[in-house]
C-alpha cells in the first residue's frame, strides 16, 4: 500500500467487483441498465470499495442505491456514487448500547426506507465489514444481513461476507450468507473453511497485484487439479506389483462386511500395487467375489497378537499379528474392524511398527479410549469426522463443527499425527504447525451416505502405500473421492444430479483419476 499511488488499490478492488456485479446482473431480465443495485455500506475500505463500484455500475445505467449502516462512509467513494447519481439511505440508529445486541434483533428496525431498497433489490453488495472483522454481526449490521437473506436479489459479498472470521471460518452469531464474494489478491482460509465457506457461495479471486508482496508462506492451501495431478504415483518400466506399494488393510467384521468391501475397493481403485486384506470370513467372502485381485488372511475365531502393548506370545497354529500377513508399505486400520479387546489388540500391533498408519471409524473409536497408543514415530494419518473428533479431544461436537480449523490443528499436535477432517469441507492439518493446511475443495453434500469415509480411507491408504507423505496422501484422496461423487451424481454433467450411494463412489473413482490426469476442470 504504501508503494501504490493513494487509493490505486481500492480502485483495482473497486474495478473487479463492478466487473463480477455487472456480469451477475446481465444475467437478469433487462440486463444492467436500469438494474436496481443496493449497497450495504460500513465504515472501512470495504464500504469504500462497495461505493466506487456503485459508482461504475450507476455510470452504466444501474439505480444504485447506499445503505449508510454506520455512522460515516469512505469520503472519496460517497462522492464518486453522488457525482454518478446514486442515491443514499440512513439507516435508523438503535436507540441505546442494549438494542445492538443479536439476541434482541426483533425489537430492532432499520426503517422503511432501507427495508423497501433491500427487498426490491436486483444486487445487494455486502461492504459492512472486512478481513478484521471478529465475532457475530451486532446492529444494524444484523437485520441488515437477515434482509438481504430474506430479498430474491443476488447477494454478493466485498472480499469476504460481513460476520466471517477470516482466518479460521468460524461464523460466531448472525453474518451475510451470500451467492458470490469477490476476494482480493489471494484467497482468506475463512472462504475455504466451513462453516464460513458455506456463507461466501461461489469465489472469485481477484489480483490486485499482491503476490509479489506475499512472501510469507500460506495459512491455508487448497490444491487444484493440476496440483493433485502432480502428487499422484506414475508406474515407470522398472515397476512391479511390489514396487507401486502393498497395502495392508485391516478391516470388516462378520457384522460389518460392507466395510471391508468398501475400503477395499477405494484401495483397489487408488493405484497400489497389491492390497493385503485382513478380516472376518463373511467380509472375506464378499470381497472375493467383486476383487478377486486382493490377498485376504481371514481372521480365526481367536487370534494371538504379538504386539508390545500386548505382550502375548504365539500359540501353535494360531495367526501371528501383523507379522503374518507378509509384507506392507502402509496399514489402513479401522472401517468396521470392531471395538473388541482383539480388535484393539491388532491396533496395537499396527501401530507398533514403524510403517505409516492411516486410523479410521473403529480404529479412531479405539483410540479415544487408548490414547497412549499415540504419538509414534512413524507416520500417522487419522480422519474422523466431527463426532469421532470431538472424542478423540473430549470435546463438545458442535464446537468442533463450528471451528473445525482449531479442532483439525489441535488434535494433530496432540496426537502428533496428520488429521484429515471431514464434513462439509475437508481440512488436512498436518501436526506441530510445520506446514500449512491444506483444504479440500470437490466435496459435495451427496457424500453424505454410509460407507463413503470407509471408501476414503481405502483411497488415502492406497496413496500411502506408494509413498507420499500422510498430507499429501490426504488432500490427494479427499479430492478424487470428492470428485468421485460429483461424477457419480452427475454434477457438472448437464443431465441432472441423483442420489448416489458408496459403491457408486467406488465405482467412479477410476473416472475421477482419468479426470484429474486429463486435466479436466472440477475443481
Known sequence: MA????GALMQRAAAGLASVAADLLRQKPGHLYGARVVLLVGTGD??????????????????VTAIQAGPRLHPGGAAALRAAGGRFVAVVPPPGPEDTRPD???????????????????????????IGGKGGLREPFATLAQLAANSAGTTLAVDLPSGIDADTGEVDGPAVRADVTVTFGTL???????????HAGVVELVDIGLAPYLDAPPEASAPQSADIANLLPRPTAESDKYRRGVLGLLAGSDRYTGAALLATGGAVHGGAGMIRLVTAPNAATGVRFVHPEVIITELPGETTVRSKESGSSPAEGKLQFPDDIGRVQAWVAGPGMGTDAAALDRLAGVLATNLPVLIDADGLGLLANHRDLLPRAAPTLLTPHAGELSRLLRADPADVAARRLEHARRAADQFGACVLLKGSTTVVAPPHHLDPVLVNTTGTSWLATAGTGDVLAGLA???????????????????????????????????????????DVVAAVHAAFLAVAGGGNWA
Do not use: F, M, T, W
Not at 3 to 6: E, H, I, S
Not at 116 to 129: C, E, K, T, V
Not at 486 to 497: L, Q, S
Open 3 to 6: 508503494l501504490a499511488p493513494d
Open 46 to 63: 470495504n464500504g469504500g470499495d462497495a461505493l466506487y463500484a456503485g459508482e461504475r455500475l450507476a455510470r452504466r445505467g444501474a439505480a
Open 104 to 130: 434482541v434483533r426483533p425489537r430492532y428496525d432499520a426503517g422503511r426506507d432501507a427495508r423497501h431498497a433491500i427487498g426490491h433489490a436486483d444486487l445487494i453488495i455486502d461492504g459492512l465489514l472486512g
Open 188 to 198: 482468506k482460509p475463512g472462504l475455504l473453511i466451513d462453516p464460513g465457506s458455506g
Open 461 to 503: 491408504g492406497a496413496l500411502l502405500a506408494q509413498g507420499l507423505a500422510a498430507p499429501q496422501a490426504a488432500v490427494a484422496a479427499a479430492y478424487l473421492h470428492g470428485l468421485a461423487a460429483r461424477i457419480a451424481a452427475g454434477e457438472n454433467g448437464g443431465g441432472g444430479e441423483a442420489p448416489i450411494g458408496a459403491s
